[in-house]
């Protein structure tokens, strides 16, 4: 058990709904990442929130959004859903922002759009 | 722009055989490296990282990578595999950027192990 809760685990959904992922980081991180994983894509970094900031984004389609709350946990948003969003999706915590921090994941929420 | 590459995408090992999956990186300054290791349906585990200092890091469920930077390689091994080593290996770097960072992830290598 890494200390990183993710729900649901398993989520499907139609074409064009809106559907919210939610992470809670292990106690004391104030880094959360947002990863997807899909088949034809891999393990793609989506974006990372430090202490209730962005701090970095990658390739996240402008219908995703994130945030950290003050509680620390993290939500991200997906919106207008296609057939190819369906991915896994990961959060990750860690206790820094910088690169010598490692990132510990959660099992992950399975989107299926159907 | 930083990457890795496993150019092995299915490995099979017989059970009690040692292992070597293979990592080449991608990056202009030291890299901090990462081995992780997902189980069917599972999340991914951190098995070990390096970041500096001895270039033979240990991990958990005893593995070990080697860093040569000559090589432009983190290879992570086994001296004896157990069935339940069967599962999918991601190799990461991470990259800087802006005020945060980023793994960057390699392909994966799926490992099967014969009984």
């Known amino acids: 058990d890494s200390g990183v809760t993710q729900t649901p685990k398993h989520l499907i959904t139609a074409t064009g709904q809106r559907v919210t992922l939610r992470c809670s980081p292990r106690s004391g991180d104030l880094s959360v990442y947002w990863y997807q994983q899909s088949l034809d894509q891999g393990l793609q970094f989506l974006i990372q929130?430090?202490?209730?900031?962005?701090?970095a984004k990658g390739n996240i389609l402008e219908r995703f959004s994130a945030q950290q709350f003050p509680d620390l946990h993290s939500e991200l948003n997906l919106s207008s859903l296609e057939l190819g969003d369906s991915a896994l999706y990961f959060c990750?915590?860690?206790?820094?922002?910088?690169?010598?921090?490692?990132?510990?994941f959660g099992q992950g929420t399975r989107l299926t759009v159907v | 722009a930083q990457s890795v590459t496993q150019p092995d995408i299915h490995i099979t090992v017989s059970e009690g055989a040692s292992l070597e999956l293979r990592c080449n990186y991608s990056?202009?300054?030291?890299?901090?490296l990462f081995w992780y290791v997902q189980s069917p349906g599972q999340g991914l585990q951190l098995l070990l990282k390096y970041f500096s200092g001895d270039t033979l890091v240990q991990g958990i469920k005893g593995f070990e990578a080697e860093f040569k930077r000559s090589q432009s390689s983190f290879n992570l091994r086994k001296p004896s595999v157990h069935w339940s080593d069967a599962a999918e290996y991601f190799c990461a770097v991470v990259r800087l950027t802006g005020g945060g960072n980023k793994l960057t992830f390699g392909t994966g290598t799926q490992l099967k192990v014969e009984l």
């Open positions: 990056y202009g300054a030291t890299p901090y």
């Open positions: 929130y430090y202490n209730g900031e962005e701090r």
């Open positions: 990750a915590s860690s206790g820094g922002a910088g690169a010598n921090t490692e990132a510990f």
